[in-house]
Nanobody, 127 residues
Framework: QVQLVESGGGLVETGGSLRVSCAAS????????MGWFRQAAGKEREFVAA????????SYSDFAMGRFTISRDNAKNTIYLQMDNLKPEDTAVYYC????????????????????WGQGTQVTVSS
């Protein structure tokens, strides 16, 4: 079955950077569109960024635009989220998600479109 394992979370100061990764297994990775979501304590899960199966299509939430960069390496079955200029409000558990895609540049900002989820990695930004 599909397995997604996030890593790279941790504690960082305001203005700092962090890169989280998501390693996928049990799937033909290049056939899947991938996404990052996050959930802060007491809040609903929200969309962060998404990338199409070939990496050519990308979508970002308003808060991520200009600060976060999503990328993927299909040879390593891994996606990344580079986060720069982090703020305390970025503190959350970050989840990666996968959905099979028949369209090369398809991305989705909607959690229910994704079939598989990782366990999450905690990102904490201190003020």
């Amino acid at each position: 079955q599909v397995q997604l394992v996030e890593s790279g979370g941790g504690l960082v100061e305001t203005g700092g950077s962090l890169r989280v990764s998501c390693a996928a297994s049990g799937l033909t990775f290049s056939s899947y569109s991938m996404g990052w979501f996050r959930q802060a304590a007491g809040k609903e899960r929200e969309f962060v960024a998404a990338i199409s199966r070939n990496g050519g299509g990308r979508s970002y939430s308003d808060f991520a635009m200009g600060r976060f960069t999503i990328s993927r390496d299909n040879a390593k079955n891994t996606i990344y989220l580079q986060m720069d200029n982090l703020k305390p409000e970025d503190t959350a558990v970050y989840y990666c998600a996968a959905t099979r895609s028949t369209t090369t540049y398809y991305t989705s900002r909607t959690a229910r479109d994704y079939d598989s989820w990782g366990q999450g990695t905690q990102v904490t930004v201190s003020s």
